[in-house]
C-alpha cells in the first residue's frame, strides 16, 4: 500500500505560478543602436532566429512544471507499506526438571509401541509430546542425580529442548537424588526471567539422598519468588530404602509452591499427567505486529535530476541552432567622420 509521510506538501504545487503571478517580471536593460540601415542590418544577419528563440519559453513550460511536481513528491516522502509481520511473545517460562538418578533405569513401563522400557525412557516419550504442544512458551531443562545440571537453557526453540531431552542418560548426573538442589538452580535461573508467569513441572522417582536444601524449604523460596511448582511421581510406591518413593514430599513441595501433586504408575498415566498439565498450564501468547515501510521518494528525485539536465541539454542545442549567424559577405564598419554605422 502507497502512503505518504507529509500529504500536506502537496499544497506548495501551485507556488511557482503563484510567484511568477504576483512578482514583477525581471526587466534587463537593452543597449540598442539606431541606424538608417535597421532593416537591411537585420535581413543580412538573422534567419528568423528573433521569432524562434521568442517562443522558445512558451514551448518548454511543461517541463519545469513536471520537474517541480517530481521534486514535490520526493518531498511528501512516498513510502510502501509492506504486509505486516507478527512475532508472537511468550508470556509464561516454563522449567522441566528431570531425575536421572539410578533408579530410572528400572523397566516397569510401556511404550507406545507396547514394548518393555526402562522409566526414563517412557518419560522421554510423554514428555516429548508435551513439549510440542508448549508453542509460544519459552522452555528451560534441568536434569538432576548427585547435583543438578541445566541441559537447555530457556527457548523457544522446542526441537532443540526435545533433542536436548533425548540425549540424557540415566547416571549422567550422578546416582543418588538432589531433588532440592535442582529446585535451587531453578530458582536461580527464573531470577533472570522477564515472563510473567513462571512454572517448574519436577518429575521424580524416589526421595532427595544428595541435597544440601531440603525440596520443601526450597519450594517456598520458589513460592517467594513468584514460581509455581508441579510435582510428577513415577514408579512404585511400595518400594523401600534409598530408593522409596517419598510421596509426602511432593505433595509438600507442591503444596508450598501453589502446584499441584501426581502419581504416574504407568505410562497412560503419566500421558494423562500431563494432559491435565497441559489444561492448567495453557498456551498464552502475546503477538505484536509491525508493518515495514520502504521508502521510494529516490525514484521521483532521480528523475526530476534527469529531467532538468536533459531540459537544460537540450536549450544549449536549440539555442545553438537558432544563434544568429552574419554572413562573412557583409561586415559593418563605423564611418571615421561621421561616426555612424555602415553595412560595407
Not at 86 to 97: A, I, M, N, V, Y
Not at 120 to 149: H, I, W
Not at 191 to 212: C, E, R, V
Not at 221 to 239: F, L, N, R
Request: aromatic share 8%; charged share 20%; proline share 7%.
Amino acid at each position: 500500500m502507497l502512503t505518504f509521510s507529509y500529504p500536506w506538501l502537496f499544497l506548495l504545487l501551485p507556488l511557482p505560478w503563484l510567484v511568477r503571478a504576483m512578482l514583477p517580471p525581471v526587466r534587463s536593460p537593452v543597449v540598442s543602436i539606431r541606424v538608417p540601415f535597421g532593416r537591411r542590418l537585420q535581413e543580412a544577419t538573422s534567419t528568423g532566429a528573433v521569432q524562434s528563440l521568442a517562443t522558445l519559453p512558451s514551448r518548454w513550460q511543461v517541463f519545469p512544471g513536471l520537474v517541480w511536481g517530481l521534486v514535490l513528491i520526493a518531498l511528501v516522502r512516498p513510502q510502501w507499506i509492506e504486509p505486516p509481520v507478527t512475532k508472537e511473545l511468550p508470556t509464561r517460562d516454563l522449567l522441566l526438571l528431570v531425575d536421572l538418578s539410578g533408579s530410572m533405569q528400572q523397566k516397569d513401563f510401556k511404550s507406545s509401541a507396547g514394548n518393555t522400557v526402562d522409566r526414563l525412557e517412557a518419560v522421554k516419550q510423554v514428555l516429548g509430546d508435551f513439549l510440542e504442544q508448549r508453542k509460544g512458551d519459552r522452555v528451560g531443562l534441568v536434569v538432576f542425580g548427585d547435583a543438578p545440571y541445566l541441559q537447555a537453557p530457556f527457548s523457544t526453540d522446542l526441537q532443540l529442548s526435545r533433542r536436548l531431552l533425548d540425549e540424557c542418560q540415566v547416571g549422567m548426573a550422578g546416582p543418588k537424588t538432589a531433588f532440592g538442589d535442582a529446585i535451587g538452580l531453578g530458582v536461580n535461573l527464573f531470577g533472570q526471567s522477564t515472563a510473567p508467569a513462571k512454572t517448574m513441572i519436577a518429575l521424580t522417582d524416589g526421595n532427595d539422598t544428595k541435597s544440601q536444601v531440603p525440596p520443601v524449604d526450597a519450594a517456598r523460596i520458589a513460592h517467594d519468588e513468584g514460581i509455581h511448582i508441579h510435582t510428577v511421581a513415577i514408579g512404585d510406591p511400595t518400594v523401600v530404602g534409598e530408593d522409596k518413593l517419598d510421596e509426602q514430599a511432593l505433595r509438600d513441595v507442591a503444596e508450598a509452591a501453589e502446584g499441584k501433586y501426581y502419581f504416574a504408575a504407568d505410562r497412560e498415566s503419566l500421558a494423562g499427567i500431563y494432559d491435565e498439565l497441559d489444561k492448567i498450564e495453557t498456551r498464552k501468547v502475546e503477538t505484536i505486529s509491525h508493518r515495514p515501510r520502504r521508502d521510494l521518494f529516490y525514484w521521483p528525485l532521480v528523475v526530476a535530476v534527469l529531467l532538468s539536465i536533459l531540459l537544460h541539454a537540450w536549450k544549449m542545442v536549440i539555442r545553438h541552432r537558432l544563434e544568429p549567424k552574419v554572413d562573412p559577405s557583409h561586415a559593418i564598419n563605423v564611418n571615421p567622420v561621421t561616426g555612424e554605422l555602415e553595412l560595407i
